[in-house]
């Protein structure tokens, strides 16, 4: 079965500061991995997704991302982090469905904490 | 452009009551899902409608029945309530171009059972 894996439930960071929210994965064949974001009392909002392709992915808000194979992880990083960047992060692998659509795995989460 | 729209967006039952979460969007997407968030678990699939007219068994559907009303609307019915059941349920769906799009989430129903 596919699955991720969050191993930090929280980050802390300054403002201004680079931040990383870390993702590992397990997949049988090739991965298809998504980032989404949660502010408080609001669904998830979609960041950015990994196909196939360049190993850094970039998406919303000036979030991106690092796919490795050999670490078998997907990172979430951004250069200068906001306060506002403050939320719950999860990490999504997909699995394949007969019909189409695509049925997602999440990770447990991870809190984003940016602090002044 | 409402996007994905959940109703109720709080609800206390009683254990053994019954009722039905409501989920519609208007984004023209074939897929929708109800999934189920509970702390320090991350999201759950409860249940999926790849297209109109399936529905299928996600990873945690036992207490739960779902109905693809039409294209647009896909609802979560709670025979009878249990505690357990206490969560945010959150219903999603994604477009038709390839299976790599990503989901559109709705805002929630926060559901408490006593």
């Known amino acids: 079965a596919q699955s991720v894996a969050q191993p930090e439930d929280q980050v802390n960071v300054a403002e201004g500061n680079p931040l990383t929210v870390k993702c590992t994965y397990s997949?049988?064949?090739?991965?298809?991995l998504f980032w989404y974001v949660q502010y408080p009392n609001r669904g998830l909002q979609f960041l950015l997704k990994?196909?196939?392709?360049?190993?850094l992915v970039k998406g919303s808000y000036g979030f991106e991302a690092e796919f490795n194979k050999s670490q078998t992880s997907f990172h979430l990083k951004k250069p200068s982090a906001l306060v506002s960047d403050s939320a719950l992060y999860f990490c999504a692998v997909r699995d394949e469905i007969t019909g189409g659509g695509n049925k997602l795995t999440f990770g447990t989460g991870t809190q984003l904490k940016v602090e002044l | 452009n409402a996007g994905v729209t959940q109703t109720p967006k709080f609800q206390v039952l009683k254990t053994g009551q019954s009722m039905t979460l409501q989920c519609a969007q208007d984004m023209n997407h074939n897929s929708m899902y109800w999934y189920r968030q509970d702390p320090g678990m991350g999201l759950r699939l409860i249940y999926y409608s790849a297209s109109e007219g399936t529905t299928d068994k996600g990873e945690v559907p036992n207490g739960y029945n779902v109905s693809r009303l039409n294209k647009r609307e896909f609802s979560l019915r709670l025979e009878s309530a249990a505690p357990s059941q206490t969560s945010v349920y959150f219903c999603a769906s994604s477009g038709e171009r390839g299976r790599n799009q990503p989901q559109h989430f709705g805002d929630g129903t926060r559901l408490s059972i006593l």
């Open positions: 997949v049988s064949g090739n991965p298809y």
């Open positions: 990994y196909i196939t392709g360049d190993n």
